[in-house]
């Protein structure tokens, strides 16, 4: 089946640094993909879609400037949390579908940001 | 507007129990998943079924689209099926966006 590999899986960061996420799609192209964010004990929360080749698309409450998205090619798109502050600290999770396949969405293995 | 809930909120079970989770949503649907989250954060793909039944192994999945609900079946429970299971949903209006329910966390005794 499809496979969304996510890095790094865990990073501390000093807080006003900024922290680079990975999400690649393995084995199939991802024209979309998409970010989440979990807080503790809650359900996924989703932050934007990621588009191949254009500008992505946050949701409503989202800074665009602290979360940077790029989707330069069809199997990677990165989340750059910038100046990072001890509240942007949260697991972040990327999914992507592989159309060909019909098997529903897919994904990443998540990122535990900490920011001290 | 668009709603996914899910049901029971928590639910504890002694090892070897069967156990039924349920998925209600608001409106027609192009995709239903089921997702088991591990105490680690991974969310595992359980199902995909948008509509009809399937089986893997102990666990099972029901989607009945015209009712607008759907279930998912553990039977045999072991303690590593504990964790918190999801059901997220796409809407035929969604843009490709998955809805998410609540979540049921389950815990297996041994």
């Known amino acids: 089946g499809a496979v969304v590999s996510q890095h790094p899986s865990w990073v501390i960061c000093k807080s006003g640094t900024s922290v680079k996420i990975e999400c690649r799609s393995l084995?199939?192209?991802?024209?979309?993909m998409f970010w989440y964010r979990q807080f503790p004990k809650q359900s996924l929360m989703l932050m934007a879609t990621?588009?191949?080749?254009?500008?992505?698309?946050?949701e409503q409450g989202v800074e665009k400037d602290k979360f940077l998205i790029n989707h330069a090619s069809l199997t990677l798109s990165t989340l750059t949390v910038t100046s990072a502050h001890p509240e942007d600290s949260s697991f972040y999770i990327c999914?992507?579908?592989?159309?060909?396949?019909?098997?529903?969405?897919?994904f990443g293995s998540g990122t535990r940001l900490t920011v001290v | 507007g668009i709603q996914v809930e899910q049901s029971p909120p928590d639910l504890i079970l002694q090892e070897g129990a069967n156990s039924t989770l349920r998925c209600n949503f608001s409106?027609?649907?192009?995709?239903l998943q089921w997702f088991h989250q591990n105490p680690w954060g991974q969310l595992i793909n359980l199902f995909y079924?948008?509509?009809?039944?399937k089986q893997n192994g102990r666990l099972s999945a029901t989607t009945v689209a015209t009712e607008r609900y759907s279930l998912l079946y553990i039977s045999s429970s072991q303690t590593t099926d504990s964790g918190v299971y999801f059901c997220?949903?796409?809407?035929?209006?969604?843009?490709?966006?998955?809805?998410w329910g609540a979540g049921t966390k389950l815990i297996i005794k041994p």
């Open positions: 999914s992507a579908r592989d159309q060909g396949q019909g098997d529903g969405y897919t």
């Open positions: 084995d199939f192209q991802a024209t979309t």
């Open positions: 990621s588009n191949e080749g254009s500008k992505a698309t946050y």
């Open positions: 409106d027609s649907v192009n995709n």
């Open positions: 079924i948008p509509s009809g039944t």
């Open positions: 997220a949903v796409e809407f035929l209006e969604s843009n490709y966006q998955l809805i």
